[in-house]
T-cell receptor, first 110, second 112 residues
């Protein structure tokens, strides 16, 4: 069964600290893996999109990594800011389908 | 700048009412999608469309229908709203499934 699982479900960190969010998937084969940021009450916004052959992709303070052998991806946030408080969703593309994780809820506190 | 707009941010309807949710994109995308998002369940695909007047069922189409009369507009219809359709509804568009999806701001629908 094609699945995408994210951990942790929620995370609280202090402003300025780094954090790493995890995404494990069983979708195979896959076309690409995406990370989205969703602010409360808003639609998701794309952070990164990686194909099978890419290992890492950065977007400012966000860096996504992909290990296609172990079917794992991570999203690393550096020097967190209060505006990073949001849900982060991992999405895996497989043929004509998208498989969504349930997200990690990140709260950054001052 | 990419833009997907949805007709309402918040909507409150009564059980049994017919509900229309509108989505408009200005990027000339072929593909448009409707999702619902519920706590702990993530985004689930209701319907999608690859072209004008074309529609395909997603994972949870029951109780919903869609209409795409123009390329830029994709409507979600709840024929007879029920309380279990209380949810956040998100519209998205893309040039293809393997390409980035751009989401609208969402409509929070409450059915009482």
């Amino acid at each position: 069964k094609n699945q995408v699982e994210q951990s942790p479900q929620s995370l609280i960190i202090l402003e300025g600290k780094n954090c790493t969010l995890q995404c494990n998937y069983t979708v195979s084969p896959f076309s690409n893996l995406r990370w989205y940021k969703q602010d409360t009450g808003r639609g998701p916004v794309s952070l990164t999109i990686m194909t099978f052959s890419e290992n890492t992709k950065s977007n400012g303070r966000y860096t996504a990594t992909l290990d296609a052998d172990t079917k794992q991806s991570s999203l690393h946030i550096t020097a967190s800011q209060l505006s990073d408080s949001a849900s982060y969703i991992c999405v895996v593309s497989h043929r004509d389908n998208l498989f969504f994780g349930t997200g990690t809820r990140l709260t950054v506190i001052p | 700048d990419v833009k997907v707009t949805q007709s309402s941010r918040y909507l409150v309807k009564r059980t049994g009412e017919k509900v229309f949710l509108e989505c408009v994109q200005d990027m000339d995308h072929e593909n448009m999608f409707w999702y619902r998002q519920d706590p702990g369940l993530g985004l689930r695909l209701i319907y999608f469309s690859y072209d004008v007047k074309m529609k395909e069922k997603g994972d949870i189409p029951e109780g919903y229908s869609v209409s795409r009369e123009k390329k830029e507009r994709f409507s979600l219809i709840l024929e007879s709203a029920s309380t279990n359709q209380t949810s956040m509804y998100l519209c998205a568009s893309s040039t293809g499934t393997d390409y980035e999806q751009y989401f609208g701001p969402g409509t929070r629908l409450t059915v009482t």
